[in-house]
């Protein structure tokens, strides 16, 4: 049973960066899209970002594009998320959750997370001066 594990989640001023982790075990991740989502108090669950199983094809949202990259290594049986220029808007949890096995590449409409489980129990990231 595929289990995931969100960390390097934290307080970091504007502007900063954190790298986030998503660490399978029980399975391999190698037959998964992995998807990276985020949520804040009293806002939806925002898709962040996606990549296919084997890393060649991503996708990010409008928010995201051009400051957060996501990555993987299959052999650590991990997915990262660089989180890079910072703002307070970007204050939530994010959450890593892998695709339905049927999918290698990133489901169309991936950002509503409708496809995706199992989910990690979340990392905070919290952007404040």
């Known amino acids: 049973q595929l289990q995931l594990v969100e960390s390097g989640g934290g307080l970091v001023q504007p502007g900063g960066a954190l790298r986030l982790s998503c660490a399978a075990s029980?399975?391999?991740?190698?037959?998964?899209?992995i998807g990276w989502f985020r949520q804040s108090p009293g806002k939806e669950r925002e898709g962040v970002s996606c990549?296919?199983?084997?890393?060649?094809?991503?996708d990010y949202a409008d928010s995201v594009k051009g400051r957060f990259t996501i990555s993987r290594d299959n052999t650590k049986n991990t997915v990262y998320l660089q989180t890079n220029s910072l703002t307070p808007e970007d204050t939530a949890v994010y959450y890593c959750?892998?695709?339905?096995?049927?999918?290698?590449?990133?489901?169309?409409?991936?950002?509503?997370?409708?496809?995706?489980?199992?989910w990690g129990q979340g990392t905070q990231v919290t952007v404040s001066s």
């Open positions: 029980g399975s391999t991740l190698d037959y998964y899209a």
């Open positions: 990549i296919s199983s084997s890393g060649g094809s991503t």
């Open positions: 959750a892998a695709a339905n096995r049927f999918f290698r590449l990133c489901p169309s409409g991936w950002w509503s997370g409708s496809l995706f489980g199992p």
